[in-house]
């Protein structure tokens, strides 16, 4: 005998139709820790991130400022990491006028404990700077300001009067960059000039900054994480 079957109503069935197309795609979720050698510069940036539309990826991130020297923020990323539960750790420092020995030996340290490494050299406004120009000569980080300073008022996109001075923890400066310079360009320019050196002289690479493999993560675009990110959905 065949089996009953119930007749739904057409406004049922429509009701149901509703509520199947209600249903949301399916998210991978990704933590990202980046812990940072400056308080505010880099945290404040960082930050803008937690907005960023990144489709099927839903990206968790926790930003920690130490103020403190490279390896302390590489020692503190490896802490962090060893009892945490995320899916990538970043260390984020600078050049700045700590000596060559002691730059070197965190970047090494970084990467022999699987610790991801934004480091820049000299400073981290060379990421800002890239937005605008496609800078490959050495620069003094005392020479960021006044160059990004006037990039900004140049740029055909900014109108105000008033003379754009940067200010290095501003928390506009994401808005700033990205209104007035180009994200893209900065991947581009950072990525071309950081494949120029092929040596562990990390020191003498400048200008060089490592800050684009980040951003590329934080922006969905890193095909390496997010074909890990959907392996671990497929296979729990």
């Not at 970047?107 to 699987?114: N, Q």
């Not at 494949?195 to 200008?207: G, I, M, Q, V």
């Not at 900054?209 to 390496?224: A, N, P, S, W, Y």
């Amino acid at each position: 005998m065949p089996a009953n079957r119930i007749k739904l109503e057409p406004a049922l069935v429509r009701r149901y139709a509703k509520q199947a197309q209600k249903h949301e795609p399916l998210k991978v979720r990704c933590h990202i820790l980046i812990v940072c050698e400056g308080k505010k510069t880099e945290p404040n940036y960082f930050k803008a991130f937690k907005s960023f539309n990144r489709g099927t990826y839903v990206y968790d991130i926790d930003v920690l400022g130490l103020g403190e020297n490279t390896l302390n923020v590489v020692n503190k990323a490896i802490e962090l990491r060893d009892n945490g539960n995320y899916d990538r750790v970043w260390a984020v420092f600078d050049k700045d006028s700590f000596p060559d020995a002691k730059f070197n030996s965190a970047i090494t340290k970084a990467a022999e404990k699987g610790i991801c490494c934004a480091w820049s050299n000299e400073a981290f406004e060379l990421w800002y700077l890239y937005h605008f120009v496609n800078r490959t000569t050495a620069m003094h980080r005392d020479e960021y300001q006044a160059a990004i300073s006037a990039e900004v008022n140049k740029s055909p996109k900014y109108k105000s009067k008033k003379k754009y001075v940067y200010a290095k923890n501003d928390a506009e400066n994401y808005r700033i960059m990205t209104t007035y310079g180009s994200m893209d360009n900065a991947l581009k320019f950072a990525e071309a000039k950081s494949k120029e050196y092929t040596d562990c002289r990390y020191a003498k690479h400048n200008p060089c900054t490592m800050v684009f493999k980040l951003v590329r993560q934080l922006i969905g675009k890193d095909e390496v994480l997010n074909e890990e990110l959907t392996h671990k959905v497929e296979n729990p």
